[in-house]
């Protein structure tokens, strides 16, 4: 299928990445010749075939409802880009 | 033109297990920033979630209780979504396959008995808080209300007036607090209801176009947002507009509702299945198990305080609409004192006092126990119904002694005939005119006679022998 | 070259629980081959913390407290398995100078045995990719030779093995980025059956495929290592219950009786007449040694690319969001807004093949286009998986190619995309069906690049692969060949 430089603006959007003008056409030319490769699935019948989403025949892995130590704040917030005593900061957010 | 409004509800609870959905954190409310959070909770890279056991415990009860059906092979899906309240940026929740569907929630108002329908219950976990600093102009981050376990209950679009919406949320919560699974608190933020609310009109079956509110902190501000955006919905459309599907946030302070900047318009959520939890199936063992667990409910109670303790019904759904209340009132029945009374009781004065303190009865300092005692003093003769009453109000926040309080207070009820007698004899020689009132028909002031006795005795004597006493001097 | 660095992880082992080699001694050596080394194999190397890791280990070992196998081996970690308080970075700016303050699991595991990390090797960024080229940090160079590229995404992991710069190392695979480096370094790589080993502390590419894997010489090593490793994780929903060890123990070098499959379509076109050469060699070499052989037909590979590459970057453009300049990592200067700072770090801080498979992953979870191409990957993965499920009911191994072809040179990857995706035909579908698999070298080409065979088991039957593995290596030298200073055959 076709990909627009408009699906490529959505899919930015999407995803928060900005790609430069150039860039765009670019990219909506790589991902076009992706997905027209990846559209070859079509020729595959899959009709009543359940997707596969675990690879393993693994169900009902739960843990006891008990309270563990958290991690110190310090050691969470010393690797964060900007932060005060407390927590981490970020642009102006208006809701 | 005649316009109906059409609601459907969205309530988030926040469920009182220990620890958080997917890691070992403690779920309690409030705490400083960022000392509830691991990696996992924070989004750390490398980190992977772990189920918590006693979420899908909580959530099959909530079914249950809600008369829905539980999906016995359930799964987790991701919601993709950028936010700085959501660290790994997608919420693990529930689309293809939520642990409950088709329930039905029964309600009562004026116009009478509804079922409300839920569409379906799914697990989720809760994200963090956005802390605004004015004075930096910037906006702080707090992930300890990350992961904490949420059931989202969805009902289909069955409300038409804020009235029912307010009778469904109370026995939501009535419903919740029995089960123990949630505490339900508005104002702490563990429970919330969104409300997508559209208007058409009335007899058609076509669907308006809706908006959804959010950030009602009570159900108060949840019955004034429902009256306002009906009210400006039908404004919009009358004029000649069209409404347009956004989400609004409810400003308490304005009573009004303003348009939310995009974050949720048109959310392309991009939902897949979650690949590092494998999925949940729920055998016959473990539904058996936890539907045995419930505890008594509050129709059930209803039903047995009608049929054993001959209660009104009015009075028997008041009492078990409550939890707290329920349990308050078994207990004092449980220690001695006759259910009929104890109805009376809390349907009187309890309820009263709890409406003027502005206080839950679930965090009231009143025991069963203290109240077993009032009420024995008064069968034992000790106390008058009003100065048990008052000895009731006054020592309602307190913990201290009651026999000691009424000694003290000389609040001992008198019930000697003797002495009854005498002061009668006294308001009878002062109130000649009375008396002759009385003797010449006027048998209303006998009332005033009896009140009279009663302050001069200072409200202690036993009423009813004063009303003997003075009916037999009066009428000889 | 200092003779030591020519010893398997297991030969180094023993000796230093006779005392005949140090721990100090061991992690000297090899730091001393990695400073003098052109490769760029590493993104951080620990002397430090190695030298302090061997003592502590050493002294452990005297008083005779620690006797596992591998106790004082150097070993490296690929850089995107978290590592406490040690730079990780999945070879991409956008985690900066991120320090975790947790060990993945299997670090712990490794700790534990007595490993002693030398630092964090050079990779595709976050994983993505079969050169090691999309590298923030440059690329690796292949040891055989220095115009050439080593493989990906664990190629540094391969690099390092094969120069003598490590004696084993941790890499990952999700869609072959360890047998595929293995293969183009001459060394033996391992990926095990999907949930063997914990994804804890593994920074995720996509979680359905992703398994940390080993690099070694032998598959003797290997499967030492794996014993490490490997066992039920409770902070891995996905990990299984299984045995935690004896895949060392298991490996008794007969492959009598053993029927392997050779699939027709991994022989047919697209693969270089050597490569398939080598390949067919090393079957017949099994053969030789009592196992039978035979070609059938394996329905379904040329699914399993495009399957494979819509499944892994869903599943990446999702797991990658969390890096957003808020909490770890890179953060791009100047932003007005939370939008704003999304997008001008993400698109600064990741490299331009993440944004490609972000962005393709985004279309293909999107609404509209799910059903077609997320979801139909999902169902045509359920085929694959189903195909190969029956191929083992006929047969215990399948032998087939790794790559279809040897290194390419530098920078001959990045001009085709579409036909480097091509190339991961042989080791995607493993992935997709959540299969053991392994690459043992089989010989060398015209150029005297590395030539790897893969043999793949089915899921748990790991002791088998390794065995089969092992057989091989005792009739064969090809992985005794370590590579000179020049890049020739030592």
């Known amino acids: 299928m076709k990909i627009t430089e408009e699906m490529v603006d959505y899919i930015s959007e999407l995803s928060r990445l900005e790609l430069g003008s150039e860039d765009r056409a670019r990219m909506a030319g790589e991902l076009e010749s992706v997905i027209n490769y990846v559209e070859l699935l079509n020729a595959l019948d899959t009709a009543g075939i359940e997707p596969m989403s675990h690879v393993l025949q693994v169900k009902n892995v739960l843990r006891p409802d008990e309270v563990q130590p958290s991690l110190d704040r310090e050691l969470l917030l010393k690797e964060a880009p900007e932060r005060d005593a407390e927590s981490f900061v970020v642009p102006k957010t208006v809701e | ?476 | 070259m200092n003779e030591l660095l020519r010893l398997s992880a297991l030969e180094l082992g023993r000796k230093i629980q006779t005392g005949e080699v140090s721990a100090a001694e061991a992690a000297r050596a090899s730091l001393d081959k990695i400073n003098g080394s052109e490769l760029g194999a590493y993104i951080t190397v620990s002397e430090d913390w190695a030298m302090t890791q061997a003592a502590a280990v050493q002294a452990k070992i005297s008083e005779g407290a620690l006797q596992s196998p591998l106790a004082g081996v150097p070993a490296a970690i690929k850089d995107n398995i978290c590592t406490l308080d040690v730079k990780t970075t999945c070879a991409s700016k956008i985690l900066g100078d991120f320090h975790p303050p947790y060990n993945a699991t299997a670090v712990d595991r490794m700790a534990q045995a007595g490993a002693v990390v030398l630092g964090k090797t050079n990779m595709d960024e976050f994983a993505m990719g079969s050169t090691s080229e999309t590298s923030y940090y440059g690329p690796t160079r292949n040891p055989w030779n220095r115009g050439h590229v080593p493989g990906g995404s664990s190629g540094g992991s391969a690099a390092a093995v094969a120069n003598g710069e490590a004696f084993y190392a941790l890499g990952s695979d999700t869609g072959g980025s360890v047998r595929n480096p293995a293969s183009f370094c001459g060394v033996t790589g391992m990926k095990p059956t999907y949930g063997t080993v914990s994804r804890y502390g593994l920074i995720a590419y996509a979680s359905s495929l992703d398994q940390i894997g080993v690099l070694a010489r032998t598959a003797e090593d290997c499967a030492g290592v794996l014993d490490t490793i490997t066992g039920h994780d409770v902070r891995d929903s996905t990990s299984l219950n299984i045995p935690a060890d004896g895949l060392l123990a298991g490996l008794t070098g007969d492959v009598r009786g053993l029927k392997i499959g050779l699939p027709a379509e991994c022989f047919g076109d697209g693969l270089e007449k050597e490569v398939g050469d080598h390949v067919l060699a090393a079957a017949a070499v099994l053969k030789s040694l009592g196992a039978e052989t035979e070609t059938f037909s394996l329905p379904l590979t040329a699914y399993a690319v495009p399957a494979y590459y819509l499944i892994a970057c869903a599943e990446a453009s999702s797991n990658l969001s969390r890096f957003d300049g808020v909490k770890y990592g890179f953060r791009a200067e100047g932003c007005t807004d939370m939008a704003d700072l999304h997008k001008k770090t993400r698109s600064q801080g990741f490299g331009r093949e993440v944004q490609k498979r972000i962005m393709l992953g985004t279309f293909a979870l999107s609404t509209g286009y799910y059903d077609a191409y997320y979801k139909k990957a999902q169902q045509a993965r359920a085929a694959i998986s189903g195909a190969y499920h029956a191929a083992f009911e006929k047969y215990d191994l399948i032998v087939c190619p790794v790559f279809p072809d040897t290194a390419p040179a530098l920078g001959e990857a990045l001009t085709d995309p579409l036909k480097t995706y091509l190339s991961d035909i042989y080791t995607v579908s493993v992935n997709l069906a959540g299969l053991p698999g392994i690459s043992v070298p089989c010989g060398f080409d015209e150029k005297g690049l590395p030539i790897g065979t893969q043999i793949i088991g089915k899921a748990l039957d790991d002791g088998r692969v390794l065995n089969a593995a092992h057989a091989y290596q005792q009739a064969t030298d090809y992985h005794k060949a370590m590579p000179t200073e020049g890049g020739a055959q030592a």
């Not at chain 2, 009279?452 to 004063?466: F, H, N, R, W």
């Open chain 2, 1 to 476: 033109m005649n316009w109906e409004t059409v609601i459907g509800l969205e309530v988030h609870v926040e469920l009182s297990t220990k620890s958080k959905i997917f890691c070992s954190c403690i779920t309690a409310f409030g705490g400083d920033p960022n000392t509830h959070c691991c990696p996992v909770c924070t989004g750390m890279p490398g980190t992977l979630p772990v189920l918590n056991h006693q979420v899908v415990t909580y959530a099959m009860k909530a079914g249950i209780a809600l008369n829905c059906d539980i999906t016995r092979y359930t799964k987790f899906d991701r919601k993709n979504y950028f936010y700085p309240d959501l660290p790994k940026a997608y919420q693990v929740s529930q689309l293809y396959l939520p642990i409950c569907v088709n329930g039905s929630v029964p309600i009562e108002t004026a116009a009478g008995h509804k079922d409300i329908r839920i569409h379906e219950i799914h697990m989720e976990e809760d994200a963090g808080k956005l802390i605004h600093d004015a004075w930096a102009d910037a906006t702080k981050t707090d992930y300890n209300r990350c992961g904490v376990p949420l059931i989202e209950i969805v009902s289909e679009p069955d409300f038409r007036s804020a009235e029912e919406v307010l009778a469904y949320l109370e026995k939501l919560k009535s419903t919740l607090e029995y089960l123990d699974v949630s505490d339900c608190k508005m104002q702490e933020g563990s429970m919330r209801a969104d409300i997508n609310l559209s208007v058409r009109e009335a007899g058609t079956s076509e669907m308006g176009t809706r908006t959804e509110m959010k950030n009602m902190n009570s159900f108060k501000a949840i019955g004034r947002a429902i009256e306002y955006e009906a009210k400006r919905q039908i404004e919009v459309i009358a004029e000649g507009g069209r409404v347009i599907q956004e989400t609004r946030r409810w400003d308490e302070n304005k009573d009004a509702s303003f348009a939310m900047r995009s974050k949720e318009n048109a959310q392309d959520y991009r939902y897949f299945p979650e690949p590092d939890l494998p999925p949940v199936e729920i055998d016959d063992l473990w539904f058996n198990q936890v539907k045995a667990s419930l505890p008594e409910m509050a129709e059930q109670k209803r039903a047995r305080y009608v049929a054993d303790y001959a209660l009104p019904e009015y009075d028997a759904g008041m009492i078990t609409g409550q939890k707290a209340l329920a349990d308050f009132f078994e207990e004092t029945v449980a220690g001695g004192s006759a259910p009929k009374e104890v109805a009376n009781w809390i349907m009187g004065d309890l309820l009263r006092i709890l409406k003027d303190k502005g206080i839950e009865a679930r965090d009231m300092a009143m025991t069963p126990a203290r109240l077993g005692r009032i009420i024995a003093l008064i069968d034992e003769g000790k106390l008058n119904r009003n100065k048990g009453r008052e000895v009731f109000e006054a020592l309602f926040d307190s913990d201290a002694d009651i026999d000691a309080y009424v000694k003290e207070h000389d609040l001992i009820q008198i019930s000697d005939e003797g002495a009854i007698a005498t002061s009668i004899a006294e308001i009878l020689a002062e109130n000649q005119k009375t008396v002759d009132e009385y003797k010449s028909g006027k048998t209303k002031v006998f009332g005033f006679l009896v009140g009279q006795t009663m302050k001069a005795l200072k409200g202690k004597a036993d009423p009813s022998v004063i009303n003997a006493i003075l009916k037999e001097l009066l009428d000889s």
